[in-house]
Structure formats: C-alpha cells, structure tokens
C-alpha cells in the first residue's frame, strides 16, 4: 500500500510538472551590432525610408510606343536608383487596383524622396504620380538589392 501511494503520488507530481512547464529559455538574439550599425538601424534594427505608391497619372493619352518608350526609361530609372542605393525596394502591384506598384527608398525625408521620383520619365510625362509617405521598416532592407542580384537572371531594364 504504501508502495503504491508512492507511486501514486510520483504520478501525479509528474503530471503536475508537465502541466506547468518552465519558462522557455530567452531567444539567442545573433545581434551583430557592426551590421546594425552599417545598416543605419536604431537599437530594433529599424530605420526610417520613405514608401512611395505609384498611381496612374493625369496624362495617359500617350501612343503606345511612347508608352513603351516612358515605361523602359521607367525601369531604367528604378535600376538606376537601386544601383546608386536610394531605392531598396520596387515591384508591381499584382491586381488591377488604384495603385500601379511601391518604390521603398533609403531616404529620409518626404523632399528627398520627391527629387528622387522627379527623375523617372513617367512621371515627368504625368503617365505616373507616386504617393510618397513616411515609414518606419528593417534596415535590412538595405541588404536586398545585393542579394536579389544574386538570384537576378537579367536586369528590368534588358527584360522589356
């Protein structure tokens, strides 16, 4: 009998124990502060950009091979950006709604980014305005032009 109170009490401490469980460990963090620091990230590893959403401009009554002609001096200009490090991050919207794609540049202040957007063909000819809106995000971003050209095939600019 008392055995068996032994083992009874052994089993339910057991139980008691899973159905508490100690606290996780803390996450290794990996923080490479020299990277943070390159990257120009505050101490979450975020920094400030501007994010700019394209939109169909006021003058789409362009032929269709001055539309060709502005969209591949459009994408020359994203390469351009990218190359020179001001632009971190640009695509196309997937759907047909009221925003065309989302630029992401390494920059500041709302001004800076309007300078930067002046200086696409596309938006010069009013066949693209860029909604420009301040944005906190991973300084990370820094990171992916480098590494998308790693699995790059060929430029925007050679694929028109």
Known sequence: ?????SLALLFVASCAARATPAAP???????DAALAQR???????MKAYVVAFLKAGPNRD???EEAKALMAGHLANIERM???GSLVLAGP?????AYAGIYVFAVKTIEEAAALTATD???QAGRLEMELHPWYGSAAL???TPLHRRIQRTSITAAQ
């Open 39 to 45: 990257l120009g990230g505050d101490e979450f590893g």
């Open 121 to 123: 063909p596309a938006i």
């Open 1 to 5: 009998m008392r055995r068996a109170r």
């Open 82 to 84: 990218a190359n020179e």
């Open 25 to 31: 460990p803390a996450p290794a963090t990996g923080y």
């Open 142 to 144: 820094g990171e992916l």
């Open 62 to 64: 362009q032929s269709p």
């Open 93 to 97: 919207f997937l759907d047909d709604g």
